[in-house]
């Protein structure tokens, strides 16, 4: 399962930058990646572990701005089709486990 998380929030203010800062940071260190910018996906094993994922996402909105959530299938995810521009190979986005020891 992927949840992809897709937001937009104001830059206004000194506070308004700091949370959007803050939001982003959440969700990096929680294991998304950037799908685009502002649009951020992470990969789960099945679907209690994207509800999970869910409620540690609602737990931490910001207090303004837009925020979205879609929980797609992984099939889904790999049959998005590439338009215009080219795809990142800097990170990793698989489904297969890395062990660092």
Not at 71 to 79: D, G, L, M, R, Y
Request: net charge positive; with cysteine.
């Amino acid at each position: 399962m992927r949840t992809i998380v897709m937001f937009d929030l104001p830059t206004l203010t000194l506070g308004d930058l700091r949370e959007y800062r803050a939001f982003r940071r959440f969700l990096i260190k929680n294991g998304f990646i950037m799908l685009q910018e502002s649009i951020y996906t992470k990969l789960s094993l099945n679907a209690v572990g994207a509800e999970q994922v869910k409620k540690l996402v609602k737990k931490h909105l910001p207090k303004d701005g837009l925020v979205q959530m879609l929980t797609i299938t992984e099939k889904q995810f790999a049959s998005m089709e590439l338009l215009l521009g080219k795809s990142k190979d800097t990170y990793c986005d698989s489904d297969k486990r890395i062990l660092m020891l």
